[in-house]
């Protein structure tokens, strides 16, 4: 133990001394000292013969050190940003009624100001659900379906903001086009989050958004008067076609990198 402490010592000697290198020698240590006590069990003492198996193991400490700390840092810093969140909370919302409360007072604006507590809730919400997304986008894909679903709550938690704002404040006509809009964005954000992760049947995905996105951006711009109801419908269709389009893109991209023997003979 004290030789194998001694070569740690050694081998990262240029290495900046802190807590995440003491636990990742510690546990070096410990897998040596379990190897030596499995190696002797089967009658094996020649300590020169055990260290070369447990360096065997380990033929990369620098490397192996660096994937450590970057994990090791990682988990540091999600927990220090969940005791963040938990301690700020309370004093956040402290303030959101205090703001609340002053500028209903100050204004008698009552009929209005709890847009303010729909703001503060819907900066919290986002601000932990693109958190918690971060957190589990990096996981293993099992967390994955659970990031998407904040992720939509989110954008439609949103989108509840803004249109109540637009209608509320600012009395902007036709504004209910939000709701099919933010419906719309869901479909984008979820696609490129399955994109960003890497999601093996996000084409699956991309056929099923391009015709349920179609409808929405339809109504979304004919409500808006920016194009005619007629022949605007035809934005549906076409998104069949695009569909098509992107199954036989796929095609030819799949035959392009096909392995064909005949031709390599």
Not at 93 to 121: C, H, P
Not at 148 to 162: E, F, G, Q, Y
């Amino acid at each position: 133990m004290k030789d194998m402490a001694a070569y740690l010592e050694n081998a990262f000697r240029d290495t900046p001394y802190d807590d995440v290198l003491l636990r990742f020698e510690r546990e070096l240590l410990d897998d040596y000292n379990a190897l030596c006590a499995r190696v002797r069990e089967a009658g094996l003492r020649d300590e020169n013969v055990i260290f070369d198996l447990f360096l065997s193991d380990h033929r990369d400490l620098p490397g192996e050190y660096a994937a450590y700390r970057k994990a090791a840092l990682k988990k540091k810093r999600e927990k220090a940003t969940h005791s963040f969140l938990v301690k700020a909370t309370p004093v956040y919302y402290l303030v959101m009624i205090a703001v609340y409360l002053g500028v209903s007072f100050l204004t008698q604006d009552w009929r209005r100001s709890w847009l303010i507590i729909i703001g503060f809730v819907t900066v919290w919400v986002d601000t932990v659900g693109m958190t918690l997304i971060l957190e589990l986008a990096a996981k293993r894909r099992l967390f994955h379906p659970v990031a998407r679903v904040l992720l939509a709550l989110s954008v439609m938690m949103t989108t509840v903001l803004v249109y109540l704002v637009g209608l509320i404040l600012f009395r902007i006509p036709r504004f209910w086009v939000v709701f099919p809009a933010g419906v719309c964005l869901m479909y984008c954000a979820d696609a490129v989050f399955a994109r960003l992760t890497g999601q093996k049947l996000r084409i699956i995905n991309d056929l099923i958004y391009i015709p349920a996105a179609a409808p929405m951006i339809y109504v979304t711009l004919a409500g808006a008067r920016l194009i005619p109801w007629h022949p605007g419908w035809l934005i549906v269709p076409l998104s069949v076609i695009a569909d098509l389009g992107l199954i036989l893109g796929k095609v030819l991209e799949n035959r392009k990198y096909r392995y064909r023997p005949e031709e390599d003979a």
